[in-house]
C-alpha cells in the first residue's frame, strides 16, 4: 500500500470511530448538565481518553485529546466554555536586573545544594497555605508545611496531624506570620546543623519572613528577594509551582470523574467537596512528585546562581 493510500485509510478509520466515541461524549455532557454538574474541558478531555481506554476503539494510531480537539467537538455541538483569568502584573526591567545582581551576590560561594527557596501557595476558600521549601538541584526537599485556620481539623477525626504523616500548624487566617516563620525557620536549622550542612535560604520580601531577634541561626542564613522581583527571580514561579500544581490538578480531575460517575450510577446524590486531609495528601504526593530535572532547570532559568545558564527575560 502506497504511503498516502495508507494515510487516507487511517483518516477513514478515524471517521469511522470518532462519531461512536463523541456520541458517548455528548451524552456525557448531557447527562452532567441534567444533574447540574458543572464540567470543565480538562474534564471532558479526561472522560474523551477513559471512554477511549475503556471501549477500546480501533483506530490505527492512538488518539489525542489536545485542546484543539475540544475546541472542534465544542463547536461541532454548540458547547460553550467560560475561562477564569488570574491577575497579571509588571515589574520594571531595571528592578529585576538589579535585583538578580544582588541575588547573585549572595549566593556566592554556595553549592547549589545548599541554597534553598520558600514561597507561600494560598487556597481558598476554605484557605489553605503551603510552604514548599526545595534546594537549588533538588535533592532537599523540604516535607510541605500546611497551614490552616483550625487548630484541630474535624476530617483528622481527632489524630494528630504527625500521626496522619503530616507537617500542620494554624492561624486565624491561615496564613503565614511571624510565629510560624519563625517555627518554622528554627526547625530547618535544627536539620541543617543534624546534617552539618549550611544553607542559604532565600524568602519573598514579606514582613512575616523575618527571623525574630532572639532567634539565634547558626547553620541557615536567611535572605529576602528583593521587592517587586519575585515573579522573575524565584524559581519556584519559573515553574516549580506550576508542575506541582499541575499534578494536583490530575488528581482533581480523576475525582471529580469518580463522583460524576458515582452520581449518574445513584451511588451519591451530588458532588461533594474533598475533605482537607484528603486533599492534604494529593498535595503531599503531587509535591515529592516534581522531579528534581524540574526543579533544576527552573532555578537555572531565574539566574540567581552562579551555575546558571542564561536567565529569562521580564
Known sequence: MSQRADLKSRSKDRDVCMPELETKILSWVLRCEELGVCVTGELIRKQAKAY??????????????????LYKFQLKHGLSSKRQH???????????????EQVL???????ASDV???PGLKKSKKRITLALTTNANGTDMVEPLFIGSAV??????????????????????AWMNGDIFDTYLRKLDSRMEAASRNILLLVDNASPHKAKEDTLLTNVSLKM?????????????????????????????????????????GRQDRLYEVPLVEAMAWAKDAWHAVSSTTIANCWSRTGILHTD???RSP
Open 52 to 69: 477511549y481506554d475503556e471501549y477500546q476503539l480501533v483506530t490505527n494510531w492512538p488518539l489525542k485529546f489536545s485542546k484543539g480537539w
Open 86 to 100: 488570574g491577575e497579571a502584573g509588571s515589574t520594571p526591567r531595571e528592578a529585576v536586573r538589579q535585583g538578580r
Open 105 to 111: 551576590e549572595t549566593t556566592r560561594g554556595y553549592k
Open 116 to 118: 534553598t527557596r520558600v
Open 152 to 173: 484541630q481539623p474535624r476530617c483528622f477525626g481527632g489524630r494528630s496531624a504527625a500521626d496522619l504523616g503530616f507537617d500542620y500548624t494554624s492561624s486565624k487566617k
Open 225 to 265: 528577594l528583593p521587592p517587586n522581583t519575585t515573579a522573575y527571580l524565584q524559581p519556584q514561579d519559573a515553574g516549580i509551582i506550576a508542575s506541582f500544581k499541575a499534578k494536583v490538578k490530575q488528581r482533581q480531575l480523576q475525582n471529580a470523574l469518580e463522583q460524576i460517575d458515582s452520581v449518574m450510577a
Open 309 to 311: 545558564a542564561p536567565a
